[in-house]
């Protein structure tokens, strides 16, 4: 099994579970690929293999690694969406930081759950991701999200006019401080915070919800109309009063 490991900067308390992830890899024959600056921010902290292994970007990441582990909380394990997009790898989130809602293996649990993973006694928990498309080409490369895409109102006070299409036909015209699309992942974020309801990761819907509207949000089904409908937003009209 080919294991890629991302992460951000740690404070020393967390390094010695750092070591141990690599110790234990290390004890089942498995040297992992490393994120560039993942291994830049380790260097001389803990003991890394040698001529190990680096990825950079997506694509180096889809032809090197079977799973990838997260080293951090959940705000990590949403950075690592930039580089898994659409590929189908596994992401597995062990939970160095304070949330871990996403990032549910605890520090005490980190042999247990490699050895797991390593003798693929596991299941796969798929979810829905977002991918934004902009004229303007908004975030590059980095255009998927797991919990929400946010169209809101910059340097104006005043509310803004959105009109939502999906598969080419209208849904609504939104007045709002602006517009939250979300995921099942995403319902209990900030689509939550601003009135959306919770739905089940299963459950193949999305969320539509505005911000500190002037009418309601909309649930509909998650399939391929998800990706037209964020196609179609960005077409939308805006409209200041």
């Not at 997506?58 to 909380?73: F, P, R, T, W, Y």
Request: net charge negative; hydrophobic share 35%.
């Amino acid at each position: 099994m080919r294991i890629a490991i991302y992460g951000r900067d740690f404070n020393d308390t967390v390094l010695p579970y750092v070591q141990e992830v690599f110790d234990h890899l290390k004890s089942h024959g498995i040297q992992p690929v490393l994120h560039h600056k993942f291994k830049n921010s380790l260097h001389g902290k803990i003991k890394i293999p040698p001529h190990t292994i680096i990825f950079h970007n997506h694509e180096e990441l889809k032809q090197q690694a079977d799973v990838l582990l997260s080293l951090g909380g959940d705000g990590t394990l949403l950075d690592t969406l930039s580089l898994i997009r659409n590929s189908g790898i596994p992401v597995i989130g062990i939970n160095f930081g304070r949330l871990g809602f996403l990032a549910s293996i605890n520090k005490g649990e980190i042999k247990s759950a490699l050895s797991a993973l390593i003798h693929g006694d596991y299941t796969l928990d798929e979810r829905s991701l977002l991918r934004l498309e902009s004229d303007n080409s908004l975030f590059g490369e980095e255009n998927f999200a797991l919990n929400d895409i946010t169209i809101h109102r910059r340097d104006n006070s005043a509310m803004m006019i959105i009109h939502a299409s999906m598969n080419g036909e209208f849904i609504n015209s939104y007045w709002a401080d602006g517009l939250i699309i979300a995921t099942p992942t995403g319902s209990t974020a900030y689509s939550l915070s601003c009135g959306g309801p919770i739905i089940y990761p299963d459950s193949q819907s999305f969320v539509i919800t505005p911000i500190a509207p002037h009418n309601c949000g909309v649930t509909e089904n998650d399939d391929d109309r998800l990706r037209r409908t964020v196609a179609e937003i960005r077409q939308t009209r805006w409209s200041w009063q």
